[in-house]
Structure formats: C-alpha cells, structure tokens
C-alpha cells in the first residue's frame, strides 16, 4: 500500500516564507517523479513544481525565482521552499507521486492548506 504524506502548510504573511514536506511510501518499485500541486477555492488543481529521479526540475510560470522543489537525501522524500509568497499562492497543496511504468501511475497525498494573509 502506496502512502503519500504532506506536511508544512499554514498561515504565513505575504512576503514570507515556507517549507512543505512530502515523504512516499509502501511498495513502490521505482519513481520517474514527485512534484507539488495546488488548488485554491473555485479553481482547478494545477502544477506548482516537480522534480525527477535524476533531478529535473519544472516550474509554474508563477512561481519561478520565489519556490524551489529539492530531494532530500532520504528516498522519496521532496520539499517545496516558498518565499515571497503572495494572497494569491493561497491553496491546498498536494503532493503526487509518479510511478515508472507504461503508462506512469500517480499516487496524491491529502493536501496541506496554506494561507497568505496579513
């Protein structure tokens, strides 16, 4: 059984920071990639940032030069620094994980709420 776990979110005045947490696992025999999403009230999910085994990373227009996605050195293990955070970075961000196979399989955690607002 496949567990994807997050953790990090809160309440954060604009211009601060925040580190979110993600930690994968259960049975997984290989990942292609780990990446954050999110999705505020009213709108759809969207991509935020991943990265792959190997390390490449993607970002959201709107949020490059402000959150950086690493690896930890712990396997399936990936965080996501937000700085600069603006209202409109509000959302629940959930973190998907995706499993080597033809075709990929995603696994999504249960989303962690964090707030921008002074």
């Known amino acids: 059984q496949v567990q994807v776990v997050e953790s990090g979110g809160g309440l954060v005045q604009p211009g601060g920071s925040l580190r979110l947490s993600c930690a994968a696992s259960?049975?997984?025999?290989?990942?292609?990639?780990m990446g954050w999403y999110r999705q505020a009230p009213g709108k759809q999910r969207e991509l935020v940032a991943d990265?792959?085994?190997?390390?490449?990373?993607t970002y959201a227009d709107s949020v490059k030069g402000r959150f950086t996605i690493s690896r930890a050195n712990a396997k399936n293990t990936v965080y996501l620094q937000m700085n600069s955070l603006k209202p409109e970075d509000t959302a629940v961000y959930y973190c998907?994980?995706?499993?080597?196979?033809?075709?990929?399989?995603?696994?999504w955690g249960q989303g962690t709420q964090v707030t921008v607002a002074s």
């Open positions: 998907k994980t995706t499993r080597r196979g033809t075709p990929g399989y995603d696994y």
């Open positions: 259960g049975s997984i025999v290989s990942i292609y990639a």
């Open positions: 990265i792959t085994s190997g390390g490449t990373t």
